[in-house]
């Protein structure tokens, strides 16, 4: 992983929140970060769903 798709891994772990929604280019470093992400966001307990989920979840 190049140094760009690192900084884009490091920043979106550490200021991810409950109820945060990660938005992504589908360009590179975005691309090459996505796995990365998933991964070690998995590992701290948070799962993922759509969009219509989560607004269905909080009652919108």
């Known amino acids: 992983m190049d140094a760009g798709a690192a900084a884009t ?3 979106t772990v550490q200021h ?3 109820g945060s929604t990660v938005v992504l ?3 590179y ?3 090459a970060a996505l796995g ?3 991964d ?3 590992q701290r307990g948070y799962r993922f ?3 219509s ?3 269905a979840e909080s009652g919108r």
């Open 36 to 38: 990365p992400i998933v």
């Open 9 to 11: 891994v490091s920043y």
């Open 49 to 51: 769903v759509t969009v």
């Open 16 to 18: 991810v929140r409950p």
């Open 25 to 27: 280019h589908g360009m």
């Open 53 to 55: 989920q989560l607004l």
């Open 40 to 42: 070690q966001l998995k």
């Open 29 to 31: 470093p975005g691309r």
